[in-house]
């Protein structure tokens, strides 16, 4: 009788685990929920759009000085190590030597719901203002053109700049779980879509 009765209590305590353990949220799945990672060897629309053949700019036409900057922010996920950024104007000066002038930037952050963040939260995530933002700017694969500000952001300038022109921003060894492109321009209009990519996985 107490071998029957031991049996059905370690039965009992052996269901009871399992229920839990089914319904019991995985960290992964807690993550998820915050925002899907975007999908590797694929464009992604960063600023204006491109479906097809038909593409659309994002335009700027504030001016440098007043900080006319525009900020998209990506979940990339941890096991992407290089992030491409292909980036193509328009309605920009069409006379040689009277090219626009662009400024970008790319930070990265490893905090959770860094591409989601908001002002305020009832859950146990960092907000807007928590979120800790480096720069990753260094990472890229030729910093020959590049200088840093001040404020020890890495920008890369893009000079000249006349319609139909197009330039590539590539980082490699990338160590971040999100992405965030900034980019500063005066009368013109671009087009950008970062496309990610790993070594470990093919």
């Not at 700027?60 to 900080?67: H, R, S």
């Not at 030729?142 to 197009?166: E, K, Q, Y």
Request: one cysteine or more.
């Amino acid at each position: 009788m107490n071998k029957l009765l031991l049996s059905i209590a370690i039965a009992g305590i052996i269901a009871v685990g399992v229920l839990w353990y089914s319904h019991e949220p995985t960290q992964e799945m807690a993550v998820e929920s915050l925002g899907a990672v975007v999908p590797m060897n694929v464009p992604i629309d960063i600023l204006g759009t491109r479906a097809a053949t038909t593409t659309t700019y994002a335009n700027f036409t504030g001016n440098l000085a007043a900080g006319a900057t525009t900020t998209t922010k990506k979940r990339i996920g941890n096991y992407v190590d290089m992030v491409t950024f292909d980036i193509f104007a328009a309605n920009a000066s069409s006379s040689p030597g009277v090219g626009m002038t662009a400024y970008f930037s790319v930070l990265g952050s490893n905090d959770t719901g860094c591409e989601t963040a908001t002002t305020s939260t009832i859950y146990n995530v960092p907000i807007t203002s928590e979120i800790r933002w480096f720069d990753i700017g260094r990472n890229t694969v030729n910093l020959a053109n590049s200088l840093t500000l001040d404020t020890s952001t890495t920008t890369f300038p893009w000079t000249g700049i006349l319609v139909g022109d197009s330039t590539q921003i590539v980082l490699k060894d990338v160590v971040a779980e999100c992405i965030a492109f900034q980019a500063n321009a005066s009368s013109t209009s671009l087009n950008v879509q970062m496309t990610t990519r790993s070594s470990f996985y093919r």
